[in-house]
């Protein structure tokens, strides 16, 4: 006697469907986790980036400033002031370390906060930034440092503005005594590291994305045919004769 398959009764139709139904909705559930989980990678992994950048300049930073904080706070004497042979030869030796290292401004500030010698003229001596929180933590003795890029909102309050990716490094100096003489603000120009690295780094989280997602995906669609057709095979079948 033939038999063919049943048909669904009323409120059961999506039944008839649910073969292709498991196929396609597990395929676009894994599309959009893949989506998401790379995303979310992607930005992760940049913000490590950038943070691995900032850290790489900030430790360049900090022998610059140590080095040039002994012929700037000599001890016993005042820093120099404007005009005087002193102030002279540390102008030219503070220049002398910008362009090897591809630092671009030097500021120091003495213990009080002031503005006592920038490589960048329009700058007045003896200015002052109260509002300055990485300035603040500098004086109680800790590095501080911020990655700037094109993206980001900068003007430096106010003077100098550079395209491209900028680490403004704060760097605390201290005396023999190892109290806090003053501090060095350091900015590096780090464009060709910045636009080297991130690229290579996004494309190598997508690769291996595609990779790990890819081959998990097809494990687990040979799972989900297999239990398509055992559903398919498991339908009712009805008599016609």
Same mark, same amino acid.
């Given at each position: 006697?033939?038999?063919?398959?049943?048909?669904?009764?009323?409120?059961?139709?999506?039944?008839?469907?649910?073969?292709?139904d498991?196929v396609?909705?597990?395929?676009?559930?894994?599309?959009?986790?893949?989506?998401?989980?790379?995303?979310?990678?992607c930005?992760?992994?940049?913000?490590?980036?950038?943070?691995y950048?900032?850290?790489?300049?900030?430790?360049?930073?900090?022998?610059?400033?140590?080095?040039?904080?002994r012929?700037?706070?000599?001890p016993?004497?005042?820093?120099? &002031? /404007?005009?005087?042979? =002193?102030?002279? !030869?540390?102008?030219?030796? +503070?220049?002398?370390?910008?362009?090897?290292?591809q630092?671009?401004?030097?500021?120091?500030?003495?213990?009080?906060?002031?503005?006592v010698?920038?490589?960048?003229?329009?700058?007045?001596?003896?200015?002052?930034?109260?509002?300055?929180?990485?300035?603040?933590d500098a004086?109680?003795?800790?590095?501080?440092?911020?990655?700037?890029?094109k993206?980001s909102?900068?003007?430096?309050?106010?003077?100098e503005?550079?395209?491209?990716?900028?680490?403004?490094?704060? &760097? /605390?100096?201290r005396? =023999?005594?190892? !109290?806090?003489?003053?501090v +060095?603000e350091?900015?590096?120009?780090v464009?060709?590291?910045?636009?080297r690295f991130l690229p290579?780094?996004?494309?190598?989280?997508i690769v291996?994305?595609?990779?790990?997602?890819?081959t998990?995906?097809?494990?687990?669609?040979?799972?989900?045919?297999?239990?398509?057709?055992?559903?398919?095979?498991?339908?009712?079948?009805?008599?016609?004769?």
């Amino acid at each position: 006697m033939p038999y063919a398959r049943e048909e669904p009764g009323p409120g059961q139709e999506h039944l008839a469907d649910a073969d292709f139904d498991l196929v396609r909705h597990f395929s676009l559930t894994c599309l959009t986790l893949f989506v998401i989980v790379t995303s979310v990678m992607c930005v992760g992994f940049y913000h490590i980036s950038e943070r691995y950048i900032r850290i790489d300049a900030e430790r360049r930073a900090v022998p610059v400033a140590d080095w040039l904080s002994r012929i700037a706070f000599q001890p016993g004497r005042p820093f120099p &002031v /404007p005009g005087s042979p =002193e102030r002279t !030869e540390l102008d030219r030796q +503070m220049r002398a370390v910008l362009p090897p290292l591809q630092i671009f401004k030097i500021k120091v500030y003495d213990r009080d906060a002031r503005i006592v010698y920038s490589t960048d003229s329009r700058i007045p001596y003896g200015q002052t930034d109260p509002r300055n929180d990485k300035l603040r933590d500098a004086l109680r003795g800790t590095t501080v440092s911020s990655l700037q890029t094109k993206a980001s909102v900068w003007d430096l309050a106010g003077e100098e503005r550079r395209d491209g990716a900028i680490v403004e490094a704060y &760097v /605390p100096v201290r005396n =023999e005594s190892g !109290e806090i003489a003053g501090v +060095m603000e350091i900015y590096e120009d780090v464009t060709e590291t910045h636009d080297r690295f991130l690229p290579v780094l996004i494309v190598i989280i997508i690769v291996a994305s595609v990779i790990a997602m890819g081959t998990l995906y097809g494990i687990l669609h040979l799972y989900v045919r297999r239990a398509d057709q055992t559903m398919t095979r498991a339908r009712p079948y009805r008599s016609i004769g």
